[in-house]
């Protein structure tokens, strides 16, 4: 159960390396964040089951390019998403920049 819970706040790459307590290493990576421009003036003018479509449609075409370029996705924080791409090599370092 810590296992999921540790995975679901924090990624699965990052909780793993919690959950082994004691053991310290730095994790290069590149942090992203996003979110739908204009959604709270939005979310006053349409109806709730438009809005829910909306944010799915939405989620859907930000989380899938994530995962499809080796990234993570740490958190939906209301309409934000916080998305996570580990640094390996140099290689990805040219990729992300």
């Known amino acids: 159960m810590t296992k999921s819970v540790l995975n679901l706040y924090l990624g699965y790459e990052a909780g793993q390396r919690?959950?082994?307590r004691g053991e310290g290493s730095t994790i290069r990576s590149v942090l992203w964040m996003c979110d739908l421009r204009g959604f709270s003036?939005?979310?006053?003018r349409i109806p709730?089951?438009?809005l829910i479509a909306?944010?799915?449609d939405y989620f859907e075409a930000v989380t899938g390019p994530i995962h499809a370029h080796g990234g993570e996705v740490?958190?939906?924080i209301g309409d934000?998403?916080?998305g996570i791409f580990r640094i390996r090599d140099d290689r990805d370092v040219a990729t992300i920049c």
Do not use: P
């Not at 003036?41 to 006053?44: F, I």
């Open 18 to 20: 919690v959950y082994r």
């Open 41 to 44: 003036s939005l979310s006053d």
């Open 48 to 50: 709730l089951e438009f």
């Open 54 to 56: 909306v944010l799915n």
């Open 74 to 76: 740490l958190k939906f």
């Open 80 to 82: 934000a998403v916080l």
